[in-house]
T-cell receptor, first 118, second 116 residues
Framework: AQTVTQSQPEMSVQEAETVTLSCTYD???????LFWYKQPPSRQMILVIRQEAYKQQNATENRFSVNFQKAAKSFSLKISDSQLGDAAMYFC???????????????FGTGTRLTIIP | DAGVIQSPRHEVTEMGQEVTLRCKPI?????LFWYRQTMMRGLELLIYFNNNVPIDDSGMPEDRFSAKMPNASFSTLKIQPSEPRDSAVYFC??????????????FGPGTRLTVL
């Protein structure tokens, strides 16, 4: 079974600075998807960024980018120019590429709580 | 487009009562997922449907939990009888399941359930 590990329960960053959240995963599959979701105090799960394992290029969405290291099974999230609205729990998630039975589920890490210091 | 809609947003009930949570997926999405979030277990998948058919219910904790999807635009998660350990936030998510299509699951706002 796949597992996702987020080793940083809490992180803080000064407003306008850059912060990197770590995520590692364990899988025997060669193709899969990885996601970062954000959960602000409203509890809504919001997609931040996604990455297909077969793509070598790291995904980027405005101030958010990932460092995907397939061999190391590492998928870190970098937030540049941090803003107060970035304060939230951030979850890393894995999903199998294969759409066979039982492979649709997202496996989540335990989350990292990000605090932005004004 | 409207996102995934869940109701109620908050539910407080007493142990032993029946609880029904509702979800309306994004129009055009044909996969629907129910997740539960607790401090102890994090986010875990309970069940998911493809084209209204339950595909994997291995995450449903016990027989007190049941889920239905009578049509493409509505699903329910029922707990009967409810117990205090069922207190959690329950999320519904949906996805358009097509080859080469968007594989992202989009989440609703969640229902916070408290069982006293």
């Amino acid at each position: 079974a796949q597992t996702v590990t987020q080793s940083q329960p809490e992180m803080s960053v000064q407003e306008a600075e850059t912060v990197t959240l770590s995520c590692t995963y364990d899988t025997s599959e060669s193709d899969y998807y990885l996601f970062w979701y954000k959960q602000p105090p409203s509890r809504q799960m919001i997609l931040v960024i996604r990455q297909e394992a077969y793509k070598q290029q790291n995904a980027t969405e405005n101030r958010f980018s990932v460092n995907f290291q397939k061999a190391a099974k590492s998928f870190s999230l970098k937030i540049s120019d941090s803003q107060l609205g970035d304060a939230a729990m951030y979850f890393c998630a894995y999903r199998s590429y294969n759409l066979n039975f039982g492979n649709e589920k997202l496996t989540f890490g335990t989350g990292t709580r990000l605090t932005i210091i004004p | 487009d409207a996102g995934v809609i869940q109701s109620p947003r908050h539910e407080v009930t007493e142990m032993g009562q029946e609880v029904t949570l509702r979800c309306k997926p994004i129009s055009g999405h044909n996969s629907l997922f129910w997740y539960r979030q607790t401090m102890m277990r994090g986010l875990e998948l309970l069940i998911y449907f493809n084209n209204n058919v339950p595909i994997d219910d291995s995450g449903m904790p016990e027989d007190r939990f049941s889920a239905k999807m009578p049509n493409a635009s509505f699903s329910t998660l029922k707990i009967q009888p409810s117990e205090p350990r069922d207190s959690a936030v329950y999320f519904c998510a949906s996805r358009r399941r097509t080859s080469g299509g968007d594989y992202t699951q989009y989440f609703g706002p969640g229902t916070r359930l408290t069982v006293l």
